[in-house]
T-cell receptor, first 115, second 113 residues
């Protein structure tokens, strides 16, 4: 299993500003995933972040809006840039457990409100 | 393509009632199947999983059986409690999909005392 610490747990931000969310894992993992969960909705994958390579973004998400860093095997950041109220969501960091059976572990999420 | 279809919510039950939340999937290959739970204000936690056909996952009184013939993974509990109120997500995982999980829409469960 993996224990994931995500911060901040919540924030209220002004439109036009940027917020960087940090995700720290207690073990080395190859793949980290960033999700968005809009109010009352399911999870939408933003991107997959592998150490040492560019993040892979899903359709509808671009690097300029959601830049991701993955400097090592235990840490990643997601930045939500030039925020608007439509970016108000829960952002979740997730890792695959490394055993090949695709089980995922999640951080507690970052609840972002843009005003 | 790969997809997960979940019973629409909210599902409202009285305490001690029997719970079923339906989940069906389409997948190429041989997926693993998961139920995750999200309690109010919290992140997602794995509730149970099954990695091959006919496996039964179980945890905290919840059960789900991987049925390949009906492509289903329905979540059941014999007697629900108020503390089970949460959103439940069914998901499938394919190792040939870069370990991404495919998520159902989520089912909100409300248990009344």
């Amino acid at each position: 299993s993996a224990v994931i610490s995500q911060k901040p747990s919540r924030d209220i931000c002004q439109r036009g500003t940027s917020l960087t969310i940090q995700c720290q894992v207690d073990s080395q993992v190859t793949m980290m995933f960033w999700y968005r969960q809009q109010p009352g909705q399911s999870l939408t994958l933003i991107a997959t972040a592998n150490q040492g390579s560019e993040a892979t973004y899903e359709s509808g998400f671009v690097i300029d809006k959601f830049p991701i860093s993955r400097p090592n095997l235990t840490f990643s950041t997601l930045t939500v840039s030039n925020m608007s109220p439509e970016d108000s969501s829960i952002y979740l960091c997730s890792v695959e457990d490394g055993t090949g059976n695709t089980e995922a572990f999640f951080g507690q999420g970052t609840r972002l409100t843009v005003v | 393509g790969n997809s997960v279809t979940q019973m629409e919510g909210p599902v409202t039950l009285s305490e001690e009632a029997f719970l079923t939340i339906n989940c069906t999937y389409t997948a190429t290959g041989y997926p693993s199947l998961f139920w995750y739970v999200q309690y109010p204000g919290e992140g997602l936690q794995l509730l149970l999983k099954a990695t091959k056909a006919d496996d039964k996952g179980s945890n905290k009184g919840f059960e789900a059986t991987y049925r390949k013939e009906t492509t289903s993974f329905h979540l059941e509990k014999g007697s629900v409690q108020v503390s089970d109120s949460a959103v439940y997500f069914c998901a499938l995982g394919l190792t040939d999909s870069n370990y991404q999980l495919i998520w159902g829409a989520g089912t909100k469960l409300i248990i009344k005392p």
